[in-house]
């Protein structure tokens, strides 16, 4: 059995390990609370912006150094960043421990170039361009604004290319230094660990962080207004798109919900890719391409998204078999044999995910970023095999009953009807 | 023929057993006794080149209708068999073959093998099905349309190989259309057989429990004969799609050696140079100096008899020429001023993803089975570190030099053609 270690620091970093001295990798990822929901308008898509600059260089390495010393490592090393949380991670083979573990806490501690900065917003306006031409083309997006607002949980991720075009260097050196503070950070490992040694080089690296500038809180949105380059509309137009692409939402468990389980099993019997109520409806019979559902648990909120892309005309006609399967569950629950095949299935995914150090991060860490929460292989195991048909019939009449909002992205030619 | 391949070193120890069954068909089982699960790789040489001309798809409709009931079980009983064993299963066709991939808890495994042999040897390709089947893929089809990026990628690949060998599994809007039962039934009758055929199987698994499954799923299977070769007809040209999109994608790609040359190695080395990493050429030079785009890559794709390396970037029109000519410059200048730390990036990095693909069985049954296909003969993992550790930086910079990437093929999908090199540039 793995074991698990955790720490805080004197200057608030917290460290959390699930250490397996048999993995052939070790996995480290520094997760810091700073998501577009953290951000003002001015700010918006800076915390996906910072993401970028931190690869941009530091006090003792230019931005060459530090993309040539990840290569070094021969790791996979990446980063993303979402609504509540940017992360920056790297699976290696655990002789590079020290040496990443340097670089990494390095790059948390980034020069903020102005002229870096001007060449990364290129970049970023890039990526804004390149998402535009991507199904769903922004529907889910929109739909986030649509339902949380366009703030807070609803502020998208990557800002606006208004947003980009107008950001400042100085604007994102006082964000970072308003959030990356070492109670904000967590670093967190998992598999072939040195924890001690973990622990000791990052109470070195991290010792200055306590000192950074305190900026002013930016004044609040005037929620009267839209953000720049923000709609609303239910429907996004999309040229030359063949398909249409729905988007619904409704309310969902949290991450600290205890009925997170059977909210998941609940979805998998739905709207799995395979075997699932949806799939045997609509994808095994060609009607859609996709129709399915799926939880999305927040800190404080959750959410429920069914999504579903099918030819234009049959939109309404799938819609109302989507509706009718909801209806369904929440009427007739679910069956006890459904019940045993998803349960089976995703004790085995839980298994199989379990072998690669690099898959454990990602929970460890947001878990214990936002919940001061640990859960092991055992436990999520356990979790899942006590549930039972009342438990999950249950979670569809508390979130299949929520209100509904939906958002269509389709050829700019096509009418919806139904 | 039986061989066995025992090489131990410090990290791993390879143990890949290899056998031939009476009808043809390669059964390979690596054990890997620290993991908690298993998997296989079955490939069957029922390809996209099995096609009949006209029927572009089939390879792909007939392993979706196999799928749809086999042995005692409907569609639905197979899917809430597979889950409860708890099999983590993948299926799809490409140019030589047609697989099926299945991991799972390792005591799932006896019982899966059963199960695939029932799928692949009786299943009842239910005429009933045929039209949900067709449209599926029709669906997978509308929804490529909607990818800019795929829909390069893919009308390259046809521009790279040919008509016949660059054909896409998704088929075509056309020939799905054509496809009836008759057809299901010739292609599955005379193209799925042990013949030519691979299973790996790797994980929590012992070498002889792994062929006495094997045996007894498949060694009473009829055999058959492989598919003969077909010539590669690439051509040097360049296509633009337009399209009112937000970025210009742009593809290219050049012929090369596949997987199994002698050469294969100093030709992936140069093109990890270019493009493994965020310290790689293009990476650097096209997007972290520049700021060109957001996606810069290319990559090494092989056939059994041919290869290709495929490039792609993705940006907004205005800086698309320029993208692609700094990303031309980049391979044509790979040479000429390469670095020895370039070279031991690239093998720390592929001897890293080695060593940790001992942490999935999935990975290595599908490497067991592209290895024997490509090369004819499982490689230890120990084998390929000792290929790569020892190739030096000459040997890199006189292969690129000799064979200088040339004869490009374009595609480009956005609101303005770009100015691509001619042939002769």
């Known amino acids: 059995m793995p074991e698990f270690r955790s720490v805080t620091l004197p200057s608030g970093l917290r460290i959390a390990a699930e250490i397996d001295s048999r993995s052939y990798s070790a996995a480290f990822g520094y997760f810091v609370r700073a998501g577009s929901r953290d951000e003002v308008d001015c700010e918006s898509g800076l915390s996906h912006f910072l993401e970028h600059m931190m690869f941009k260089g530091t006090a003792s390495r230019s931005a060459a150094d530090v993309n040539r010393e990840l290569d070094e490592l021969g790791g996979q090393s990446n980063a993303f960043t979402t609504e509540e949380q940017t992360v920056y991670y790297s699976t290696v083979l655990p002789k590079y421990q020290d040496r990443l573990l340097d670089l990494l806490s390095d790059m948390l501690d980034p020069i903020l170039d102005a002229e870096e900065f001007e060449t990364e917003r290129q970049v970023i306006l890039e990526e804004i361009a390149k998402y535009e031409d991507q199904p769903p083309f922004g529907a889910f997006e929109r739909m986030m604004e649509v339902h949380f607002g366009p703030r807070g949980l609803g502020r998208r991720v990557l800002g606006t290319a208004e947003s980009i075009q107008s950001m400042t260097v100085e604007r994102m050196r006082d964000y970072f230094h308003r959030r990356y503070r070492p109670e904000n950070i967590v670093l967190a490992a998992s598999g072939n660990v040195d924890f001690d040694a973990m622990v000791d080089a990052v109470s070195q690296h991290s010792r200055s962080w306590c000192s950074r500038p305190q900026p002013a809180v930016p004044s609040a949105d005037d929620s009267g207004s839209l953000p720049p380059g923000i709609q609303l509309d239910r429907t996004l137009p999309i040229a030359d798109a063949f398909q249409a692409y729905c988007v619904s939402i409704a309310g969902g468990p949290t991450m600290k919900s205890d009925d997170r389980y059977a909210a998941r099993v609940l979805a998998s019997i739905i709207g799995d890719e395979g075997g699932s109520r949806l799939f045997w409806e609509l994808i095994d019979t060609g009607r859609a391409e996709v129709a399915t559902v799926w939880p999305q648990e927040f800190t404080d909120t959750g959410a429920w998204f069914t999504y579903m892309i099918c030819a234009p005309e049959d939109v309404a006609a799938n819609q109302r078999v989507i509706d009718e399967v909801i209806h369904s569950a929440v009427e007739n629950g679910v069956q006890q044999s459904e019940l045993e095949q998803a349960v089976n299935k995703a004790t085995a995914g839980c298994i199989m995910q379990s072998e690669r150090p690099g898959n454990r991060l990602f929970g460890l860490g947001s878990r214990w970023l936002m919940c001061d929460d640990y859960v092991n292989v055992d436990e999520t195991l356990q979790r899942l095999r006590a549930l039972d048909v009342d438990a999950v019939s249950v979670a569809a009449r508390k979130y299949l009953t929520t209100p509904i909002e939906r958002v269509f992205a389709v050829g700019a030619e096509v009418e919806l009807s139904g | 023929m039986r061989n066995s391949t025992l090489i131990t070193s410090n990290t791993t120890a390879t143990n890949i057993r290899t056998e031939t069954l009476a009808n043809g068909m390669t059964v390979l089982i690596q054990p890997m006794p620290w993991l908690r699960t298993a998997a296989f790789s079955l490939a069957l040489r029922a390809g996209i080149k099995s096609e009949p001309e006209p029927l572009n798809g089939l390879a792909s409709l007939v392993c979706e209708m196999v799928q749809r009931g086999a042995g005692h079980y409907n569609s639905r009983e197979l899917v809430a068999i597979q889950d409860n064993l708890g099999i983590d299963r993948s299926s799809g066709v490409s140019t030589g073959m047609a697989s099926f991939g299945a991991a799972m808890p390792s005591q799932s495994l006896p019982e899966a093998l059963k199960l695939y042999a029932d799928i692949v040897r009786r299943p009842h390709l239910p005429g009933d099905q045929l039209d949900d089947a067709r449209m599926m893929m029709i669906q997978e089809l509308r929804a490529m349309e909607d990818e800019p990026t795929q829909r390069v990628m893919r009308r390259l690949r046809e521009l790279h190989y040919g008509p016949r060998l660059g054909r896409s599994h998704y088929g075509t809007m056309e020939a799905l259309k054509q496809i009836a039962e008759r057809d299901v039934r010739e292609f599955y009758q005379t193209h799925y057989h042990a013949g030519g055929a691979i299973l790996g199987i790797a994980g929590d698994i012992d070498g002889d429990q792994g062929l006495q499954l094997a045996e007894a799923a498949f060694g009473d299977w009829k055999t058959g004969p492989e598919e003969p070769s077909f010539p590669v007809e690439g051509q040097a040209v360049y296509e633009h799609i337009e399209l009112p999109s937000s970025q210009t994608h742009i593809g290219f790609a050049f012929a090369s050696i596949p997987y199994g040359h002698p050469e294969y190695f100093k030709m992936r080395a140069g093109v990890g140079i270019l493009s493994d990493g965020m310290s790689s050429r293009l990476f650097d030079r096209v997007r972290e100096q520049r700021g060109l785009c957001y996606t810069v890559a290319a990559s090494c794709h092989s056939l059994k008899n041919a290869g290709g390396v495929f490039g792609y970037a993705g940006t907004t029109p205005e800086r698309a020429q320029e993208t692609l000519d700094v990303t031309l410059h980049e391979i044509a200048n790979l040479t000429s001023d390469l670095q020895p730390g370039e070279l031991d990036r690239w093998k720390v990095r592929i001897e890293s993803a080695l060593i940790m693909e001992q942490e999935s069985s999935a990975s290595r049954a599908s490497s067991l089975v592209s290895d024997q296909y490509q090369l004819g003969?499982?490689?230890?993992?120990?084998?390929?570190?000792?290929?790569?550790?020892?190739?030096?930086?000459?040997?890199?910079?006189?292969?690129?030099?000799?064979?200088?990437?040339?004869?490009?093929?374009?595609?480009?999908?956005?609101?303005?053609?770009?100015?691509?090199?001619?042939?002769?540039?």
């Open chain 2, 377 to 425: 003969r499982a490689l230890t993992t120990e084998e390929l570190e000792s290929k790569i550790e020892s190739l030096a930086l000459d040997d890199v910079r006189n292969y690129w030099d000799q064979h200088q990437p040339g004869d490009y093929r374009f595609v480009t999908l956005g609101p303005q053609a770009l100015q691509a090199p001619s042939p002769a540039a």
